[in-house]
């Protein structure tokens, strides 16, 4: 696509229970960054994809957040057992190889109630 | 440990005025410094970026200033329009970690008319 593309868009949750966050990033971009945004706060790193590795994991808060990205393309975020504290809008980039500057999904906002 | 803030939250601004959004950072191994505008529901889009060997970058009605020994850098938007009232991040980047952007907790800018 043109763009790009987070699903859900939005979703509510129970505490406890898993979601899964998806990525399609601009078909070509090498890079892909997941980020969040809590209520009233900036965007926070949570890991970046070079291909389909990872060699930034240092911004997952937890070990019940993990990510993995197929085929050099989509990606998924995973959150496991779901707290109140997660709820923030997370954020899909990406970007070409070696380069400054991101474009950015819509995000999905996450809701754990 | 924030890296890149933003110590205004909000700017209120007449249509047709200047806008200065500030912006200061600590690390002083940070090379490239990008400005990105975000409207609600939607994700952060690129606006303005300057080289840390640059010292003024302009686009139009947007001006992005660098001040290395002071650590911090501000935007300019003139004349302001209703259409800029928006939340602008201020990020930067060292380029390591396959350029992986640290990002200041935004400033809503209302421009009114």
């Known amino acids: 696509g043109a763009g790009v593309s987070q699903s859900p868009s939005n979703k509510v949750t129970e505490k406890g229970k898993d979601v899964e966050l998806r990525c399609d990033p601009i078909?070509?971009?090498?890079?892909l960054y997941w980020y969040r945004q809590s209520l009233g706060q900036g965007l926070e790193f949570l890991i970046y994809?070079?291909?389909?590795?990872?060699?930034?994991k240092s911004g997952l808060p937890s070990d019940r957040f993990s990510a993995e990205r197929t085929g050099g393309s989509v990606s998924t975020l995973t959150i496991q057992r779901t707290q109140q504290e997660d709820s923030a809008v997370y954020l899909c980039?990406?970007?070409?190889?070696?380069?400054?500057?991101?474009?950015f999904g819509s995000g999905t906002r996450l809701t754990v109630v | 440990d924030q890296q890149v803030k933003q110590n205004s939250p909000s700017l209120s601004v007449q249509e047709g005025r200047i806008s200065i959004l500030n912006c200061d950072y600590t690390?002083?191994?940070?090379?490239?410094f990008l400005w990105y505008k975000k409207y609600p529901a939607e994700g952060p889009t690129f606006l303005i970026s300057?080289?840390?060997?640059?010292d003024k970058n302009e686009d139009g009605r947007f001006t992005v200033f660098l001040n290395k020994s002071a650590k911090h850098l501000s935007l300019h938007i003139v004349p302001s329009q209703p259409g800029d009232s928006a939340v602008y991040f201020c990020?930067?980047?060292?380029?390591?970690?396959?350029?992986?952007?640290?990002f200041g907790a935004g400033t809503r800018l209302f421009v009114k008319a």
């Open positions: 980039a990406s970007s070409p190889q070696n380069r400054y500057g991101y474009t």
């Open positions: 300057i080289s840390s060997i640059k």
């Open positions: 690390n002083s191994m940070f090379d490239y």
């Open positions: 994809f070079q291909g389909n590795s990872a060699p930034d």
């Open positions: 078909s070509g971009h090498t890079a």
């Open positions: 990020a930067a980047s060292d380029g390591t970690g396959g350029f992986k952007t640290i």
